[in-house]
């Protein structure tokens, strides 16, 4: 039983492509050699038989021209002699008026029936004093039919010469095939062995930025398309490692100021029994504001670092009552800010998860009171939610009348840890607006910043349309 299955196993396992592929253009060029040489074989063979068979029935026309009505028996030649001309015969329909058999060429019933004019003339194969002949039996005068033979070794001959030649060049097609199937097996795999080891040194080195080198452009085929897809998502891979790496990069530096201030602190408060009252309350303040400050970077950094929406948490979301929501949050949060709400304009819902998109709409009314706090000089907040295309996607404008952003900020507010100079004064890690878009994207939406007319910012959400 295990013997078996030793034997088995080899045969089993499948063969590396590159053989495969040698294997069946070999076996497709080969069948296709042997198939032409077999077929030339047969129209060979068809086209010496019917010069042969021409022959006969030019000789058997002479024949009969020139004895017009003989008797039964024998009327020319004997066959025995190649270059001699064609043997004749004239069969009677009756085998009584027949002359003594047996006669020079063999007489089958069926040639009784043509000299009877029951049966059409027809070509026999026969053997005529030890050689291989060809016979035509036609009709001849009344009652009486006409045999003649030629001597059928030449063409014999020749068939087996045209065979020998035939299988020479059967042979040579498939030797010839397996140089082919192995050429063709190995050019047309070049681009695989390659792909496959740039694969390879990728997964053994864990560098995505190795490339697979392409043909010049106009060369292009299904395997180069695989190339550049597979270049594709390398650059993207790699790209989104560095993203990741420059994350953790800025983020723990961005960490050290906050925790450098946060152990300060808190060694003071350690010595709290040297401090006067007024010392303690202010260091114990600011430890909470900066414990507050690093729960929110931490809380930011790790929704920055989530890529996708949990599908499961994907929930038809009416923006109105999301909106709200929020801005009764800010209003609590920035009691000395107004924020303007106006009239709803439909209902618009999208789908989304809500707990995020919360989080974004805090963002954009967050920095908008944190901004605009000091120079509004009461102006407030505009929050304005509409579907401004009958039929597209809602949109939502966060508008205030702070100091707006800098021209030469406004490219550079929604990168991570950016902050604009004029403002480094004000709380914040500058993640805000970095992990609003974020969102912004995961729900298909787009997050833009511009100048408000009449000063200050205007954030843009765009949502697209349909559920
Ligand atoms: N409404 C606004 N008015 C003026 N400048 C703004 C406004 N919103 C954002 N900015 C600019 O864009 C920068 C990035 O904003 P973002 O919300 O990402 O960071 P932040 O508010 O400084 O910090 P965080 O949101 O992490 O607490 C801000 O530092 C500020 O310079
Ligand atoms: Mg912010």
Redesign the pocket.
């Known amino acids: 039983m295990s013997g078996r299955r030793g034997l088995g196993a080899p045969w089993r396992r499948r063969r590396p492509l590159r053989t495969r592929l040698a294997l069946a253009v070999t076996a497709a060029v080969a069948l296709v050699a042997v198939a032409v040489c077999a077929g030339a074989f047969l129209v060979v063979r068809a086209a010496l038989y019917h010069q042969l068979d021409l022959s006969l029935t030019q000789s058997a026309r002479l024949a009969a021209q020139r004895n017009p009505d003989s008797a039964p028996g024998s009327l020319a030649g004997e066959c025995r002699f190649l270059a001699a001309p064609a043997c004749a015969e004239v069969v009677p329909a009756d085998p009584s008026a027949d002359p003594a058999r047996p006669g020079l060429l063999p007489v089958r019933p069926a040639a009784r029936e043509v000299a009877a004019g029951e049966r059409a003339p027809y070509y026999t194969d026969i053997t005529l004093a030890g050689h291989p002949a060809r016979m035509l039996t036609t009709d001849y005068a009344a009652g009486r039919a006409l045999q003649v033979a030629l001597r059928a070794d030449p063409v014999e001959d020749g068939i087996e010469q045209a065979s020998r030649r035939l299988v020479l060049a059967a042979v040579a097609g498939v030797l010839l095939a397996a140089v082919l199937g192995y050429g063709v097996s190995r050019t047309g795999l070049a681009p695989v062995t390659r792909l496959t080891a740039t694969a390879e040194r990728i997964a053994a080195t864990r560098d995505p930025r190795h490339r697979i080198e392409l043909p010049p452009p106009g060369r292009q085929d299904e395997i180069t398309r695989l190339a550049e897809s597979f270049n594709t998502m390398l650059g993207e891979l790699e790209q989104s490692v560095t993203a990741q790496r420059r994350l953790v990069a800025d983020a723990s530096h961005e960490l050290r100021t906050p925790l450098t201030a946060l152990r300060t602190n808190a060694e003071l408060l350690a010595r709290a029994d040297r401090l006067t009252p007024e010392q303690r309350q202010r260091a114990s303040a600011a430890l909470g504001r900066q414990l507050r400050e690093v729960t929110?970077?931490v809380g930011?950094l790790i929704e920055l670092a989530r890529d996708e929406e949990p599908r499961q948490l994907v929930e038809r979301v009416r923006l109105g009552a999301l909106v709200e929501h929020c801005v009764d949050a800010a209003r609590e949060h920035w009691p000395a800010v107004a924020f303007q709400r106006s009239a709803p304009d439909g209902d618009p819902a999208v789908s989304g998860v809500p707990a995020r998109l919360s989080r974004l709409v805090g963002?954009?009314l967050?920095?908008?009171a944190?901004?605009?706090a000091r120079e509004a000089a009461g102006l407030p907040v505009e929050v304005d939610l509409r579907v401004p295309v009958p039929g597209g996607g809602p949109e939502l404008t966060?508008r205030?009348h702070?100091?707006?952003?800098d021209e030469k900020?406004l490219p550079?507010?929604?990168d991570r840890f950016?902050?604009?100079g004029?403002?480094r004064a004000?709380?914040?890690?500058?993640?805000?607006?970095?992990?609003?878009r974020q969102i912004a994207l995961a729900h298909g939406a787009e997050l833009t910043?511009e100048h408000a007319p009449g000063g200050?910012?205007l954030?843009r959400l765009t949502f697209p349309a349909g559920p």
Do not use: C, E, W
Request: aromatic share 10%; charged share 15%.
């Open positions: 929110n970077l930011d963002n954009l967050d920095n908008a944190k901004f605009s966060v205030d702070g100091p707006g952003i900020d550079h507010v929604f950016y902050r604009a004029v403002v004000l709380p914040g890690s500058g993640l805000g607006l970095a992990m609003a910043a200050g910012a954030f």
